[in-house]
């Protein structure tokens, strides 16, 4: 029988495992509490914030016995702001609990037996803060009614402002303090999401790592920003400015780029490098925030992919292009599928800039396209290598049964989220006459909860 719990409730317990996002489980006579912000190891007191029917949610209020692994967070508004769940814990202590994440969710959901026999350790990083090349900051005002610019607090949209981001870029907070000014100096208010009124409401800055290009696009919620002449003639002065734009964005939603986007100053594009292929990218693009472990990513999918230059490969979910390009070195045709019209766009803009001819994208969705191609010519579709990396929601079950019936040598599944992987497996190895070769995580997000995965399936008879 669940015990009865009031609000703001006292309770003394010990943390005996972390949650999905990195948070504390801690049990009080068996009833499981999550604890944001605690340890495995530590003894805690806690208050009782909800509790439902199976679990509860409670606060940390004072750390009796810490762990071991506890490192004091470089951020000021660690406990508070909802960009990092990791920032207090040491960093070997984050690879670790990745990796059992994936395992976890391999062994419970794909119910792959034994499932560290198939692993392979975790790429982490060796300088784990700076590394995100794209941001969206909300604008806003504090208390005093100044501007502000940072990230929303976890699970709410109340904006924690913060200067300095410890895993953003370098220079990103030059690029704030300019428009923060510039908002101030003319007047320009930020955008009110109660009452749907102002201008400003998101400022999104991208960086080319290996380019030293910078881009910056303000979101606004008018067709024109006034005095936008006077903040693209201070932010020109940044060493690399390559881009700025507004994008209009007059929805009443969470959405944060709206469908028109005009260029100010510069290219509508800035470029990146993954290995020697070049990559343009747009304010809408999706590309890995993570530039330094993306390569080593990619690295490990091309290398389960095991080409040798005979293969014909699809790449569904493909983006702007970047798997498909990296493959296409060491593939004899790459078919790639994207729902995303601009990011299709770029991708066959960066097939031409890096002169790749065996590359081709389709536009539409993975689970629509992917399917009507095999069954319009079997034959002619066929793939030896299928390359899935999708949503965190996973593959589409349509997709994954056209998978089977084409019967590709080898699977290689991308993945953001572990569970859905594990599920997606478990089909392809119960149903689709697959088996597990092997997986390698990938720490992509240090600070975060989230971790990455690159996983390869064999068809039985191979």
């Known amino acids: ?257 709206g469908d028109h986007t005009e260029l100010l100053y510069g290219a509508p594009v800035i470029e990146d490098r993954i290995g020697d292929i070049t990559y343009e990218i747009s304010p809408e693009s999706f590309y890995q925030v993570n530039p330094v472990q993306t390569e080593r990513l990619y690295e490990v999918a091309l290398s389960y992919a095991g080409l040798t230059g005979k293969e014909v490969v699809w790449d569904l979910y493909c983006g702007i292009g970047t798997i498909s390009l990296f493959l296409a070195r060491k593939a004899k045709k790459v078919y790639g599928v994207e729902i995303v019209p601009q990011a299709v766009k770029n991708a066959e803009k960066n097939r031409a800039k890096n002169q790749i001819s065996n590359v081709e994208f389709y536009t539409g969705a993975a689970e629509e396209i992917f399917p009507q191609r095999y069954a319009q010519d079997p034959e002619g579709s066929r793939a030896d290598v299928v390359v899935v990396d999708p949503p965190r929601k996973g593959c589409d079950q349509k997709l994954l049964e056209t998978i089977c019936r084409m019967g590709p040598e080898r699977i290689v599944y991308v993945s953001c989220d572990p569970a859905t992987l594990a599920r997606d497996i478990l089909y392809l190895t119960t149903e689709g006459g697959y088996e597990l070769q092997r997986f390698r995580a990938t720490d992509m997000f240090p600070q975060g909860g989230h971790v990455e995965c690159v996983t390869l399936l064999q068809r039985k008879d191979i």
């Open 1 to 257: 029988m669940k015990p009865t719990y009031v609000k703001n409730q006292m309770l003394t317990l010990t943390v005996d495992a972390m949650g999905n996002e990195g948070e504390g489980i801690a049990r009080d006579n068996g009833f499981p509490f999550f604890v944001k912000g605690a340890l495995p190891g530590e003894k805690i007191v806690v208050s009782v914030m909800k509790v439902k029917k199976n679990y509860g949610f409670a606060r940390l209020e004072e750390i009796l016995v810490p762990s071991g692994e506890r490192r004091e967070p470089v951020c000021p508004v660690a406990v508070s702001c909802g960009g990092c769940q990791l920032l207090h814990v040491s960093y070997e202590e984050q690879l670790r609990y990745k990796e059992q994440k994936v395992l976890g969710c391999l062994s419970h959901i794909g119910r792959i037996q034994n499932p560290e026999q198939y692993m392979e350790p975790i790429i982490g990083m060796e300088h784990p803060y700076g590394y995100r090349n794209k941001a969206q900051y909300p604008v806003g005002r504090n208390k005093e009614g100044r501007i502000v610019t940072g990230f929303y607090a976890g699970r709410t949209h109340q904006i924690k402002a913060n200067e300095h981001c410890a895993i953003q870029a370098e220079g990103m907070d030059e690029i704030l303090a300019i428009v923060r000014s510039f908002m101030e100096q003319y007047h320009i208010s930020p955008y009110d999401e109660t009452t749907q009124t102002g201008s400003v409401r998101h400022v999104l800055v991208r960086k080319g790592f290996h380019t030293g290009q910078w881009m910056v696009c303000i979101i606004i919620n008018e067709k024109k920003l006034p005095h936008w002449e006077k903040l693209v003639e201070a932010l020109k002065e940044i060493p690399g400015m390559t881009s700025i734009s507004i994008n209009q964005n007059q929805k009443n939603t969470n959405v944060i780029l």
